[in-house]
């Protein structure tokens, strides 16, 4: 279905992100026949370009960025068609009525500010935008990460974006939340008798979060050496992650109460600070070693320095003070350069109460349900059988597999494809809020502070592995092992 005619301005439309990810995912929407005929992407930014130099930014993006089977030339023009360029800048007033120019013709549309800049700019673009009377009822403006540094600066940030919109108007991404796993999450979850009555301490022994990159820093080392894995994927999709595995169900699908029940969540983590921070967490960064056959460098050598402290891996095990989840751990885990690129959340149930099985019937297995984000989207419930054939009763966990591309024979649409229709639509449901991003940085800054209180060791592991032993550690203490050790 179309969505409704809309402006989609990109603060930062000829950057990284907009070749990558938000001009692709455009495109695909455009392909559907989603985008009505007016639709129109205005990219910004401070150096001035010709419509027909931005009409060719699009072209490479798309021809980078889409896969061959999806490059049709006429759906190509037609999108770059759609396409408009503004210079304007953030702290200055240069191009702004030229922009307000370009939007008044669409007055009555649905009208979008993208922030796919440093967060700097996101209170003098607020600014400039309210200052230049372009904020309508139908405005909505999204904001990228990484959304501060801290608790204090996601506040200042916070602060002066609600300066001028209102809440219901703000979009913060965080495009795991788009994924198409993680909205099947809730699915299982909500639309399933079989899970809920055991998604609980009864019946759960822990829960395991791994996002786990095989890329290391490329040439973002700038921006991520003053980030971190901790505040670069933690703070935020990590910790949606969690939200939905472990929030109650929520009264409707509507955004305010699904947002509620994960704000509780955030709420109810036990504090991890200088006196536990040891027990709890375990950062490091790469060495150089090998991943995929290849040779790889360091973190260091990456970044071209001799020293940095910023972690490239992080590994906590984390609790969730409440009824539902007392005394269950959450193992969560991410890093840069690991052994490949995976994603999933593990949920390992407890063993059964009392076997009746002999000896030789082999171990009965724990339960597991696997949900996958990358690389395949899918889900996969772990179940104990009886091998087949003549051999008497013995035992065998076998996976009962569900995976998405095979099931449906498409794959999946890039999480920000749907994100940025919810945005046109209005609907704020997969959006964090402001409550939530200051409830997981109150959880995130005693870490950091711990960290620095402590001079907590700063653990190395080899490019390619899965981090270092420390993180092994982590999880063996509590007689457990890591989902791919099992
Ligand atoms: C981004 C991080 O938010 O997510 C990157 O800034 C990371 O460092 C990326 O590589 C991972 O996203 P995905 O969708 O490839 O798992």
Redesign the pocket.
């Known amino acids: 279905i179309q969505v409704s005619p809309f402006d989609l301005v990109v603060f930062g439309g000829a950057g990284d992100l907009a070749a990558r990810k938000l001009l692709p995912a455009l495109y695909h929407r455009d392909l559907a026949g989603q985008l009505p005929d007016v639709a129109r992407i205005i990219g910004v930014s401070r150096r001035p370009l010709s419509r027909e130099a931005y009409a060719d930014f699009v072209r490479k993006a798309l021809d980078e960025f889409v896969k061959p089977a999806d490059k049709k030339p006429e759906a190509v023009e037609r999108f770059v068609a759609r396409t408009w360029f503004c210079a304007a800048d953030a702290e200055g007033e240069g191009g702004w009525a030229e922009l307000a120019g370009m939007l008044a013709s669409g007055a009555d549309h649905v009208r979008a500010f993208y922030f796919a800049v440093s967060p700097d700019l996101f209170a003098p673009l607020s600014q400039r935008i309210k200052q230049f009377g372009l904020v309508t009822p139908q405005t909505r403006v999204v904001l990228e ?2 959304l501060g540094k801290n608790g204090e600066s996601a506040n200042a940030v916070n602060s002066a974006v609600a300066a001028v919109f209102d809440e219901s108007q703000v979009f913060r991404i ?3 939340l788009g ?1 198409e796993t993680v909205q099947n999450l809730m699915a299982l979850r909500f639309a399933n008798r079989l899970f809920e009555p055991l998604w609980n301490a009864t019946h759960i022994d822990h829960v395991q979060i791994t ?1 786990a ?1 095989d ?1 290391g ?1 490329g040439d ?1 080392g700038g ?2 050496d003053t ?1 971190g894995a901790m505040r ?2 933690l703070q ?2 990590i910790m949606q992650l969690l939200c939905l595995t472990a929030m109650e169900p929520p009264d409707s699908f509507q955004a305010d109460a699904v947002r509620d029940e994960k704000l509780k969540v955030l709420k109810a983590l036990k504090p991890i600070d200088e006196r536990n921070a040891e027990q709890m967490t375990v950062r490091a960064q790469y060495r150089g070693g090998s991943v995929g056959g290849q040779a790889v460098k360091g973190y260091l050598e990456d970044l071209g320095r001799e020293i940095s402290t910023t972690e490239t891996f992080v590994a906590i095990r984390a609790e969730i003070a409440n009824w539902r989840w007392a005394g269950v751990p959450f193992y969560l885990r991410t890093g ?1 350069r690991l052994t490949r ?1 995976t ?1 999933e959340i593990v949920v390992n149930f407890r063993p059964i109460s009392h076997n009746i099985f002999d000896s030789s019937a082999g171990r009965v297995s724990q339960n597991r349900l696997i949900l996958r ?2 690389p395949d989207e899918g889900v996969t419930l772990e179940v104990t059988i009886k091998d087949p054939g003549p051999g008497g009763m013995r035992l065998r966990r076998i996976p009962l597999d569900m995976s998405f591309a095979e099931t449906f024979g498409v794959s999946n649409p890039d ?1 920000y494809e749907r994100l940025l229709m919810d945005v046109i639509r209005g609907n704020q449901t997969l959006f964090m809020r402001a409550d939530e991003v200051n409830a997981a940085w109150k959880w995130v800054d005693p870490i950091h502070a711990a960290w620095a209180h402590n001079d907590q060791r700063m653990h190395t592991y080899a490019a390619g592995t899965w981090g270092p032993s420390a993180a092994v550690a982590l999880i063996e203490r509590d007689g457990r092992t890591w989902f791919e050790d099992a």
Request: hydrophobic share 25%.
């Open positions: 990460k990484p965080d495009h795991y994924k996002v990159e890329i820093v973002r921006y991520y980030s670069d994927m935020n999709h840069k690129r994603s984000l990358q999480a």
